[in-house]
């Protein structure tokens, strides 16, 4: 690494810093400052010829890394150098080790570049260094995210693709950067697409390519892979695709070869709408099924073939199906289907051939990131809907992402009066007094703090039925005391000490059962490290709030419940940071 490089990087990094430290506290702004000068001068060190230095570096880059207040920001400057194409190996290697033990990182999109550093870039990818290779790739892969970018990179990447005497491996990585470049733009916007025109002659040569005889050694031929690419890519513009279905419809009407008419026909199949069904269980993607619309397929062993004639983006129909039966079926958004109550489906509608290529680096995305955004859809329809919850749509609550559930359940106490619980529950879980009372219970075994504003909220405002004796448990009081203590809030002490006087039974029926306050004085005094036996809070066993990790006890004494408030006004008092813990 150059000094100017460095010293540039210094300056970078010492900004970063001073912008994440608050305005008003000048000290952490010049101690993070030091920080940004620190890192730069420590990864140029990495590259030194002595092996002292490299070692002291790499030493007070660990303890930096396992710094957890520095993650988030470690973690965005380490992304900006593995973008660069002129770090060495070396520094690479150690990013990448030390970027997996960081926060997630997503590098700021580019947002310039040149002709001229793009055919440098492409030219390092055929370098003598490994590390020159891998570091251009890296930039490419870059500058090819950028929906502003991605053509000028997909115009030199396919210039390069199309030269016969491009090495094997080189041809693979200029391959990994197009797809990369190709799924940019399926996925971007056709408004900002400037496409040269394509002539009926130029779209008649890249047919007659691709009707050409095999080679004898039986390999893809170069000109079938890159007239291939071409229609592909004309079929991505909507308006295209009537011209190109007409014209491979008219070559297989006349003489061609087996070999001919089957490549010609899967051009011909990205023109036919298309449905994909996708299998989530245990909030992971188990399988798919590609169907096209309004063509019967039955798998083998099936009884029946999967039909579905019609779809849009708000619903399917169903003609026959094994999992469905016939009628209709949401898209966009999971559901259970009552033949498969453990699985959650999801239909996705693929009408057009640009839609359906660009499904195919959707589903290849970050399956954590995919579960988020089909959780979000469907929570939020939910939600626009007004959707009373019954039990399935309770098994699909379970399918989703937690924090994704956590936000609606917030929501929705506060959106729909709370109505008895009518519907069938597991016999080895808790009866629910009622709706709300239902969706608490899946709170209270794995809810985050995302759900408690909205939580608290509607425990304020008594939007919860009451329990009964054949559902006993309070269960809104159960979800906030088992989210204390598994995700604690911003100042959740100051809210348990609120608690400690509450008298409710958290069992009801059971007067001498587990107490609301106890509860909260109990997980209070945990937290801070005393014992609440100490404080005359004497256990209760009661094995349903243990699952939920809720601390079944209560009070031997009114004088207990006072020396806990005591206790928590003297720790408030000597510590006012306590108060926002």
């Known amino acids: 690494m150059s000094r100017t490089v460095a010293i540039l990087g210094i300056f970078m990094l010492a900004a970063a810093l001073a912008n994440w430290a608050t305005a008003g506290d000048h000290a952490a702004g010049a101690e993070l400052r030091e920080l940004g000068g620190q890192v730069s001068t420590l990864l140029g060190q990495l590259d030194s010829d002595c ?10 880059l660990e303890e930096l890394v396992d710094t957890p207040e520095y993650g988030k920001l470690l973690a965005a400057e380490f992304q900006r150098q593995l973008v660069r194409s002129d770090i060495s190996f070396e520094v690479r290697w150690h990013l990448l080790k030390w970027r997996g033990r960081l926060p997630d990182a997503s590098p700021e999109p580019a947002q310039q570049t040149t002709p001229e550093e793009l055919d440098r870039l492409i030219r390092q990818l055929d370098d003598d260094s490994y590390g020159v290779r891998l570091g251009a790739g890296a930039r490419l892969e870059w500058l090819a995210g950028n929906p502003k970018l991605v053509a000028l990179v997909a115009v030199r990447l396919k210039r390069v693709m199309s030269d016969p005497a491009l090495s094997a491996e080189t041809a693979r990585r200029v391959e990994d950067i197009w797809n990369v470049a190709r799924g940019t733009w399926l996925l971007s916007d056709p408004a900002d697409w400037r496409l040269p025109a394509v002539s009926d002659r130029q779209l008649g040569r890249w047919l007659d390519d691709l009707v050409q005889d095999t080679p004898s050694n039986g390999k893809t031929w170069p000109a079938h892979r890159a007239a291939k690419q071409e229609l592909m890519d004309l079929l991505a513009n909507d308006k295209e695709v009537p011209r190109v279905k007409a014209a491979v419809e008219k070559r297989l009407a006349g003489k061609v070869d087996a070999q001919a008419a089957a490549r010609l026909n899967e051009i011909l199949d990205l023109t036919r709408p298309a449905i994909v069904v996708e299998f989530w ?12 619309v309004g063509v019967p397929q039955q798998p083998a062993g099936a009884p029946r073939a999967s039909h579905f004639d019609r779809i849009d983006d708000h619903k399917v129909h169903c003609v026959s199906g094994n999992t469905l ?16 109550l453990d699985t959650a489906l999801y239909f996705v509608n693929l009408p057009t051939p640009r839609r359906r290529m660009a499904y195919g680096y959707l589903s290849k995305a970050d399956e954590g990131k995919r579960l988020t955004e089909l959780s979000r859809r469907t929570l939020d329809r939910f939600l626009a809907e007004k959707c009373p919850l019954g039990f399935s749509e309770m098994l699909v609550l379970r399918q989703l992402d937690v924090r994704e559930v956590s936000r609606f359940a917030g929501k929705y106490f506060n959106l729909l009066e709370d109505k008895p619980w009518a519907d069938y529950f597991p016999p080895d879980e808790p009866a629910p007094s009622s709706r709300n009372g239902m969706i608490c219970q899946l709170l209270a075994s794995e809810g985050t703090k995302d759900a408690v504003p909205g939580l608290l909220d509607a425990i304020k405002e008594n939007r919860f039925l009451p329990p009964t004796s054949a559902a006993p448990y309070r269960m809104s009081w159960l979800a906030a005391l088992a989210i204390a203590r598994r995700d604690p809030w911003p100042k959740v002490d100051a809210w348990l000490a609120g608690v400690v006087g509450r008298k409710e039974p958290l069992v009801e029926g059971r007067p001498d059962g587990p107490e609301l306050g106890a509860a909260a004085a109990a997980l209070l005094l945990i937290r801070h490290d005393r014992k609440p036996a100490e404080f005359g809070i004497k256990a209760v066993p009661e094995e349903t709030l243990e699952g939920f990790g809720v601390e079944s006890c209560r009070f031997d004494s009114a004088k207990s419940r006072k020396r806990v408030q005591s206790w928590w006004e003297h720790q408030a008092a000597e510590s006012p940071a306590q108060k926002v813990r």
């Open 51 to 60: 092996f002292d230095v490299r070692n002291r570096a790499e030493r007070r």
């Open 281 to 292: 269980q245990n909030r992971r993607q188990t399988g798919e099924q590609d169907l096209l």
């Open 325 to 340: 039966t016939p009628g209709d079926y949401p898209v966009g958004v999971a559901f259970c289907p009552q033949a498969r």
